[in-house]
Structure formats: structure tokens, C-alpha cells
């Protein structure tokens, strides 16, 4: 019997995890696309010391190329560091708190983001970005843009990370988005089950029309 039970989840793995919900593949398969780098293989992650600050175990890379250059940054952490970087063509590594608004270039402050969406939340959505990132993440990024961007002189100097994610989280709520305290949205809020929102491959879709809507109340 456990034989047949080891291949039933070997097979099981195909189309999901064996025993696990619905509702959980679900958000695995947000989470592994919005931070890729927690389900990386090692030779991607053997270029990561490039990508961090010396005081956070990196090689001196970061400090020459990407601190202060986030084009730079965003194109060579999409090159180097996602496993297939073609099931990201629909995305765009997106900052959590924008640099408009003194948010770092590092990787704990960025995450990949359906193209569409990012391209219409701008600097004026970071609230936005950290509902979507869940509170842990936030709050990495929020630490990272106030020691290695200027996150301490901007309009978040005096706020905590988890109020921050509190206001995102009200505003996708007033436009049926739900989104979970671990990062992604909910499938059963009311935005999901009128297909106004779907998922394709972990990458959420629909979510830049909302924005508008929410712009519009």
C-alpha cells in the first residue's frame, strides 16, 4: 500500500500536490510567481551575491551597478536570477515601494507583477503592492528602502509596514478584491468569482482595471 500511495504522489504532482486544496495550490502557484527567487534552483541563486548590498552578504556588485539604477537592476534580475525567465513575459519585476518613493533596488523589495497592473498602479500604489505581498514581505521591503533607499524621507518615513499593508488591503476590499496576509489575492472574494480577476500561471490578470475603478470612487 504505501507503494501505490509514493506513486499515486509522484503522479499527483503533475496536476498538484497530493493533499493538498485547491484553495492552497492556488495561492502556491501565486507565490512561486510572484517571488521566484523562494522556489529558485541553486545555480540561479549562485548569482544572487551580485544583487545584495555588502552588509547583507553580497560581493560589491550592488553597491557599483544597482544601487541607484533601477532599469539596470529590474533587466538583470529578470536575466539572472528567474529560473525561465520566458513564463515572465506578461510580467514585470515590480518594486514594492516604488523608487519615485524612495524604495530600494533590492530583491526584498521587489516582486513580479502582471505587466498590465504594474504599469497602471505607478508610485501612487505601494499600499496597493503591499496588500498583494502580504505582511512579511512588506515589511523586508519596507526595512530594505529605508536603509538602502530613501524610504525614511518619503510620505511612509512615520508609518509601519503593516499599516501600510491595512491600507491596501481596505482599498482592494472597496473594489471586491481580497487579499491574504501571506501575499496573493483570495479566489473566493467577489472580484474573482465574476471572473473580473483570473489567474493564468500564478500571474494574477484584471487586477490593472481595478485600479482604475478604485481611482475612479
Known amino acids: 500500500v504505501p507503494h501505490f500511495r509514493f506513486l499515486h504522489c509522484v503522479v499527483a504532482r503533475v496536476s498538484g500536490p497530493c493533499n493538498i486544496s485547491p484553495e492552497a495550490q492556488f495561492m502556491e502557484r501565486q507565490l512561486r510567481h510572484d517571488h521566484p527567487l523562494d522556489y529558485s534552483d541553486q545555480h540561479k541563486k549562485d548569482s544572487l551575491p551580485d544583487f545584495l548590498p555588502a552588509d547583507e552578504g553580497g560581493n560589491g556588485q550592488w553597491e557599483k551597478k544597482y544601487k541607484d539604477d533601477a532599469r539596470r537592476f529590474t ?8 529560473t525561465n525567465p520566458s513564463e515572465y ?8 515601494f516604488s523608487v519615485g518613493n524612495g524604495g530600494s533596488n533590492t530583491v526584498g523589495n521587489v516582486m513580479m507583477q502582471d505587466k ?7 508610485k501612487n500604489g505601494d499600499h496597493l503592492n503591499a496588500a498583494l505581498a502580504g505582511y512579511k514581505k512588506t ?3 519596507f526595512r530594505e528602502s529605508k536603509q538602502y533607499g530613501n524610504l525614511g524621507n518619503s510620505e511612509y518615513a512615520d508609518r509601519t509596514s503593516a499599516d501600510i499593508v491595512d491600507q491596501g488591503k481596505a482599498a482592494w476590499r472597496s473594489v471586491g478584491v481580497l487579499t491574504k496576509m ?3 489575492i483570495d479566489r473566493r472574494c467577489k472580484a474573482y ?4 480577476v483570473w489567474e493564468e500561471n500564478g500571474r494574477i490578470v484584471g487586477l490593472d482595471k481595478k485600479v482604475r475603478e478604485m481611482r475612479k470612487q
Do not use: F, M, P, Q
Open 116 to 122: 498590465a497592473y504594474n504599469r497602471t498602479v505607478g
Open 139 to 141: 515589511h523586508v521591503a
Open 89 to 96: 513575459e506578461n510580467s514585470d519585476v515590480g518594486h514594492i
Open 182 to 184: 501571506g501575499g496573493g
Open 75 to 82: 533587466s538583470d534580475y529578470r536575466r539572472k536570477l528567474l
Open 193 to 196: 468569482r465574476r471572473n473580473e
